[in-house]
């Protein structure tokens, strides 16, 4: 049996983790996660070192790839096995994997073999098989992916909605659990300067800014913002896209649209700073299990509007159905867009009711309880195994 008083180890896998968090949720999820989880268990991490930019963070494991051009050109990595892995493994008491399809995650669990160390695969919407590469990803699922999910204690799916497209999509799956990710508050509370923001990007004070933010890619909903800003038609609005381009030609698309400014990554300050310097942020996409950005905008007295699709609509609809469009449409996009600039007092009530339902069911506190729980079922069947 476990000594009563000895912290449990957990081993946290996922492909990148701070500082690399232009890559998406995923490394924002899990760094928000074991920043929570500081003082509850003894925590490992196992990530991509991604380029040369120092890294000393403690009790993080940075594997070397053997081709960095892979990672830039087809979000290809391929980590170095290395003994430091093998070390950590070996002594957990319990895995947890983050995302689906990556070779970090494969070597990891065939080294896990070795050791039978019960592990747990939060999806962060990587499960699903959709937007690119279907048969490649069919292929993997015969050939790697069954035998690693059968193997899990416990999968996380971030909403209901998910959780019912994985059980539909592979029935062997039996036990499918959902937590969504929570909101780490205390980077929201840095104060903003929104004269900042303006300055360094180049942005007219005069302009009124709609803000497009997310990783760019064909799911997450820039061609309909395009086309509902066209339609909104107002001289004294800019809109700003915002985010990691993945396989988008932004240059060539903004071209001969008048008013829109790409501003590329942004880290927390300035991310926060563009949020706080908007009228109204845009995030309409498809398939996005749990967005952060509309919950951050919300939560900074920003209204965000949202795709009618999958899993951050079912989080926001039950307080806040006025911010959630049907997918793709632009022309209810531009009128809703209107709406909220012209309807200051029906803006701020909305806010405010939003505010309090994502402060008291979002909380990282929430989301560590609930991981808690599964980490200490499978334990305890580990010790009495």
Do not use: W
């Not at 957990?92 to 050791?115: E, P, Q, S, W």
């Not at 501003?263 to 991310?271: A, N, P, T």
């Not at 706080?276 to 967005?291: K, M, N, Q, W």
């Amino acid at each position: 049996m476990q000594n009563a008083n000895k912290m449990m180890h957990i081993v946290h896998i996922s492909f990148a983790y701070y500082p690399y968090m232009n890559l998406g949720g995923v490394p924002r999820s899990v760094f928000d996660l074991t920043r929570s989880q500081r003082g509850r268990y003894r925590l490992t991490v196992i990530t991509n070192r991604i380029d040369d930019r120092p890294v000393n963070l403690i009790n993080v494991i940075y594997l070397k790839n053997l081709s960095r051009d892979m990672i830039y050109r087809y979000q290809l990595y391929t980590p170095r096995i290395n003994t430091d892995l093998i070390e950590a493994i070996k002594e957990a008491d319990l895995l947890h994997f983050h995302g689906y399809r990556n070779l970090l995650n494969d070597i990891a669990f065939f080294v896990n073999r070795f050791f039978k160390k019960p592990y747990i695969i939060t999806t962060h919407g990587t499960l699903l098989n959709y937007e690119s590469k279907k048969g490649i990803k069919r292929v993997y699922d015969r050939v790697l992916g069954r035998t690693f999910l059968k193997g899990a204690g416990c999968i996380v799916a971030h909403s209901d909605v998910e959780r019912e497209e994985i059980l539909k999509s592979y029935p062997y799956l039996k036990e499918v659990v959902v937590i969504p990710n929570g909101i780490f508050v205390q980077d929201l509370k840095k104060v903003s300067d929104v004269r900042v923001f303006y300055e360094k990007y180049g942005i007219d004070t005069e302009k009124k800014i709609i803000l497009f933010i997310g990783k760019i890619t064909p799911r997450k909903g820039l061609e309909v913002c395009l086309d509902a800003f066209v339609r909104v038609g107002k001289r004294d609005l800019l809109l700003v896209i915002a985010g990691e381009t993945i396989g988008y030609d932004i240059k060539r698309r903004l071209r001969g649209i008048q008013n829109v400014k790409y501003i590329g990554h942004l880290d927390m300050e300035d991310k926060i700073n563009a949020i706080c310097a908007s009228e109204v942020v845009l995030y309409p996409t498809i398939y996005e299990a749990f967005g952060y950005v509309p919950f951050e905008s919300i939560l900074l007295g920003k209204p965000c509007i949202v795709g009618d699709d999958f899993g951050t609509a079912e989080h926001l609809s039950p307080v806040a159905s006025d911010l959630v469009i049907s997918y793709g449409d632009s022309i209810e996009l531009s009128n809703l867009i209107l709406k909220l600039l012209k309807e200051t007092p029906y803006r701020d009530r909305l806010i405010n009711r939003v505010k309090s339902y994502v402060l008291n069911n979002y909380s990282m506190d929430r989301v560590v309880d609930a991981y808690d729980k599964i980490y200490k079922k499978l334990g305890e069947g580990q010790n009495s195994s």
